[in-house]
């Protein structure tokens, strides 16, 4: 699995915020908002504890501290814990910790230390970055004049999803959930043919000629778009980093990018792990 750099982080804070304003456009629902009706959940004065971990790759510049800038900007109480690991682990309890966040190199988990709920940053991350597409109202594309190689329209209800690992999996059975017609794509083609017993999907033929309005990325690769799916107007839904596309193609075809390193999965993280509320 990659780990995040403190590169990766470093404009962190401001992608979350224009990311917040593309998701309100797109849904008509704020991240929070739209979290809330996923999970039907919401937050009740929870104080967030997060702890700074050395095992492995060690501690990731900015890390807690994007993890504290988030869960503070959707208006939640927190705090970053002097100690490390299980030392840290004991003053973030004795402190008063309702919601436990840290990670390692395999895993980033959010724990509710009063109701025992716990959210895996994976998982947490394929479904909201999968929810935006299925709800995103206007895909602003212009799929009139482009047909697909069986001569038929874009649909709306369409969806390529590239790169079926840990996050692109719960995405998909998102996307089927919601109702979407799900095409697969992964350079590992066991995967794919996996993916394919077990679901209700198609494989994507990146030498055909078919184009999409929704498409969802979840690799540590760049350029995995090809540019032959795209059309004017597409919608790319991405956690992958790098950027899965340059941003010569987002010009030249009007796409719109929802792609942020980790303020949009800690959310959905926390919203898994809230008390869950009635309406
Ligand atoms: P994973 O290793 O479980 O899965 C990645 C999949 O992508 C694999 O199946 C691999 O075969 C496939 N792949 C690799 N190169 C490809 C290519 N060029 N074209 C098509 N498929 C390709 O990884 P994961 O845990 O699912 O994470 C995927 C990406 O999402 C990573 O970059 C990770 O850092 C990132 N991530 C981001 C966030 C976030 O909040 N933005 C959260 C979690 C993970
Ligand atoms: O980056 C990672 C893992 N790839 C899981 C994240 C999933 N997006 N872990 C972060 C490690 C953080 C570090 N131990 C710290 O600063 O506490």
Do not use: W
């Amino acid at each position: 699995m990659a780990l995040l750099t403190s590169e990766d982080l470093a404009n962190m804070t401001n992608a979350l915020i224009e990311n917040d304003r593309l998701i309100t456009e797109l849904t008509g629902l704020s991240l929070d908002g739209l979290c809330r009706e996923i999970y039907k959940t919401a937050p009740k004065n929870e104080k967030i504890g997060i702890i700074p971990i050395t095992a492995g790759g060690g501690i990731i510049g900015s890390f807690s501290e994007s993890l504290l800038f988030t869960a503070r900007h959707f208006g939640m109480d927190g705090f970053i814990t002097k100690n490390t690991d299980v030392a840290g682990y004991y003053e973030a309890v004795m402190k008063g910790a309702d919601i436990i966040l840290m990670a390692d190199d395999l895993a980033y988990i959010a724990q509710n230390l009063r109701n025992g709920k716990i959210s895996h940053n994976q998982i947490c991350t394929g479904r909201i970055y999968a929810e935006i597409l299925c709800r995103a109202k206007n895909t602003g594309g212009k799929n009139t004049n482009d047909k697909n190689a069986d001569g038929k329209n874009a649909g709306d209800n369409e969806v390529l999803v590239i790169g079926l690992g840990k996050v692109g999996t719960p995405a998909l059975e998102t996307f089927i959930k919601g109702g979407q017609d799900v095409y697969v794509f992964d350079v590992d083609s066991n995967r794919v043919d996996a993916i394919v017993s077990k679901y209700p999907v198609k494989k994507y033929d990146p030498n055909g000629g078919k184009t999409f309005l929704k498409i969802f990325e979840a690799t540590p690769c760049a350029d995995t778009i090809p540019e032959k799916c795209l059309l004017r107007g597409s919608l790319i839904s991405t956690p992958g980093i790098p950027c899965c596309i340059s941003d010569e193609l987002i010009e030249k075809y009007g796409v719109r990018v929802v792609q942020e390193p980790l303020g949009i999965g800690t959310l959905s993280m926390l919203y898994g792990v809230f008390d869950e509320v009635k309406g």
